[in-house]
């Protein structure tokens, strides 16, 4: 692998004199009356990272699902290494030397990583055996070449998505694949797992692959990529390489618009302490304590894996805790009952929209009703037209894009998931709402609008713990950051105080900062 | 595709209640399927097979199927959070066996039949305790219990049979109201299914169970008791099956050990083809009926005809295998129809 990672983003794109690695015109696809993708155009070239960006429905993930051969295009051109192509399954877009690494890999929990990276293809010895030591070997050599710390002889269970998502790389380079493309991969990774990433994928690029990032954030795309593609409402709108564009740019290209202010926060009274945190312990985190007031947002920081999530969950009573107490407003909520912990006032949204937010099969009414499903009931009996009432309001009032109520929530995008899942905890009335990731894969307008909600609902006198991995959030939206790292609240750090460099530090290193 | 955010403040958004007409929901669902199936075979039979269409056949049709149909209300409940239960005919016959034993033991038959149903309610206890306290998946359990519980019938009574119990209870079973084709026990049945209707379909109990049966762990985060919930079930399912115990006592006027041999497959089978997911979180009781009375139908239908009970169950299990494979062409239809190749985790990245 390269020692030498280049640190400068402006390199050009390499000149078009053969032709692109891989290229889109002008492709078109529609699911019966819905058109998911207009007019969308993409030109790859080899040793180059490609950014491709746009906000939720833009038509990115319809542009790549046809690069990766889930959807076959309805019209227009798609060339690979200038000749044309037509994938009508995965195998054969792999065949061809794509790979696609999404932001969830799909590992099987229970092999080995070393298993996971031969799933399906694995080397044959003597009389069909498997053999292991060839695997073993090769997985060793490619881990070293791409700088990976995995053990490659562990269960793939319970690793982070960070080190999923590298087994993934793992083995599309295995495969020799010559065009990779990441869907949001760094959504779920803390700074330093970016790092790694971002250094994997500047060694194959010099390797002369071509890399296709879709990322929602515009510090990476700047810090990684050499060329940008914006997308808007299903169309083609511009390629531009990096060191011509800006932020504000790029902001203008994918919403047609301005957008004056990413991370409104307004000035709130802050007032009496709700929630207080004391001495919690777990097997995950150490002597937890911290207090939310009314009116004020406290940001809780630090890599993924630090334990933040576990805090949140064990706070709210999903999960155990050893010793320790939480009490909202001066009253104990007893541990493990996230039903005593609701009729409190404390509300979580948490950190799997898809798996604990929201029941996916299940009709936006009811997802939104789901928490409230007791207190809406008369005299112990619900019937959909209560429960249609109350998620009429809240979809409205969080302005949820769907036609129905009706609709499942699976279908809807990202950020419409996240503000059904809003919806359903603040139709609880909460004193007390935590919230793990707020915007975490959803877009940047709906993104701007569920920030403007938590600064308008900590007006109103709502105390809120945001769990974020992106500091920008942070550092725009808390009153107060608490930085917690390996299980530990390593600092609290005033709103003033607040920036990158002292959030980061005490998200890395466990001295210098203040207890 | 994406409204921009100022847009969609500006519009005034109207929400529908329903995206398809009331007719679409009522008409075009599986258990209106079975209703309707149910409807042609009893037309049919009717109409073709000798006998069938008499008053009487529906008297012993009811009566014949009134422990499945009992059973399977609190197997549709326990079904759509996701679990199972194999041991509910075992129940059957143990609740049965202690009726007998206890009544010829010199206890009132109703003292009897009480300590049956409490056993029942303690056996459902038992699988509960195995399955959420201590976290084995029901299929293993109930297998276990299925056993265990059959065992306890057969080692109290041995192969014997007690057939001596108050003429007013056996007549009870099998009487009619008035001069009617309308037996007793349907009304014992009707406020049960009334009972059951509101607890999964009108209360925020049943909100959960689906929830549980679609995602455990939203249902968890959303404050449900998944585990109590399981428990609740399972000793409903024992308590229930214990009364169709009794009833199957007095409507046979015998107790013995192996009493309801295999219906547990005959209710579990009904509750499927009425529509519940054996994944969970998907049914509704009026389709169960449906699915038990269709089969109930069929084959009294058959016998009549004088079809052997060999044939009768290869078309019930055709029929069972038919009705699951026609659900998941549907689904799969659908899919296909919606988003060419596309998987729903996938799919549901791009809707926007």
Redesign the interface.
Known sequence: MSDTPRMTADTPPAPAATPPMLELENVAKSFGAVVALRSGSLRLERGSIHALIGENGAGKSTLVKIVAGLYRRDAGDFRLNGESVDFGSTAQSKAAGIAVIYQEPTLFPDLTVTENVFMGRQPVGRFGRIDRKAMRAEVEQLFARLGVGIDPDRPAEGLSIADQQVIEIAKAVSLDARVLIMDEPTAALSGVEVDRLFQIARSLRDEGRALLFISHRFDEVFALCDTVTVMRDGAYIATTPIGETTVDGLVRQMVGRDVTDLFPKLPAEIREPLLEVEGLSSPLFHDISFTVRAGEIVGLAGLVGAGRSEVARAVFGVDAYDEGTVRLGGRAIPKNRPDAAMRAGLALVPEDRRKQGLVLESSVARNVTLAIRETIAKAGLITSGMENRAAKEWASRLEVKTNALSTVAGTLSGGNQQKVVLGKWLATEPRVLIIDEPTRGIDIGTKSEVHRLLSELAGRGMGILMISSELPEVLGMADRVLVMREGRITAEIDRDDATSENVMFAATHAQGAHQ | ??????A??AIA????????PLWQRVLLTREMAIIALVVLVSVVAAATVRGFGQPITVTYLLLDVMPILLIALPMTLVMITGEIDLSVASIVGLSSVLTGVLTAGGLPFEVAAVVALVAGAVCGAVNGFLVTVVGLPSLAVTIGTLALFRGLAVGLLGTTAITDFPDFWTDLAKARVGGSNVPVVLFVFLVLLVVFI?LLH???FG??I??IG??K?????????VERTKFVLFVLAGTISALAGVFYTLRFGSARGDNATGLELQVIAAVVLGGVSVFG?RGAIHGVIAGVLLIGVLSSALRLANVTSDVINIITGALLVLSVVATSFLAWLRKR????????R???????
């Open positions: 595709m994406t409204a921009t955010t100022t969609a403040a958004r109207s929400y529908r209640d329903y995206d398809r509101v009108f209360t925020p909100r959960g689906y929830a679609l995602s762990a939203a249902a968890r985060f959303s404050g449900v008791h979180g129809r919606k988003a060419p190749g596309g998987t729903p996938i799919e549901a990245s791009t809707a926007g």
